[in-house]
């Protein structure tokens, strides 16, 4: 791996596909989960918080309090343009000609739930790496709905630094790009 010198790294030093983020719009059906409702995060507002990264595309993810409804997520993705997709939660019920419609505006996956996994950054990064290249891929999870600390312009510098070059290309975008079928 290709080492990068801190003093020379920028948010802008790599194309980046944000394949974790969420949009928050009160415009659209909202359902509080164990009372939790999150704030506004607006597609303008996160294109203005990403504007010092070189943002080529990303994956708008569903949250639990956006329950199954799709019209936000259309709408995100109409307003955010043909690099973005999305990732949401579809009840059993869903028709197959549904998911074709969904897949056909930009829709990629099927949400089913995640965990939290504790550990040293650095040193995950590098073994997940190592292990598979191909399957790393970064997101800054904003607004940080639920994290325990919400995500820092740092953590980019962190992974770019840690992995070098090569592989921070990698993990910022040509990762998610052939995963979520985004043309580069």
Known sequence: MSKINPEQLRYDSFPLFDSHFHIIDHRFPLTPNNGYLPDDLVCAEYRARMAPY????GAVVSGSFQAFDQS???DAL????PLFVGVTQLPSTVSD???LDLDSAGVRVKVTGFGRVDFDVPTALRELYAA???ALMFGTDLPSTRAARPYRDG???LVAETLGDD???AVFFDN???FYRVAR
């Open 132 to 134: 598979n290249p191909g």
């Open 167 to 169: 592989a921070a290309r």
């Open 78 to 81: 109409h307003t955010l343009g």
């Open 72 to 74: 936000y997520l259309l």
């Open 54 to 57: 070189d943002l080529r595309g």
């Open 97 to 99: 000609q549904e998911i």
């Open 176 to 178: 998610a790009a052939e």
């Open 155 to 157: 953590d980019f510098l």
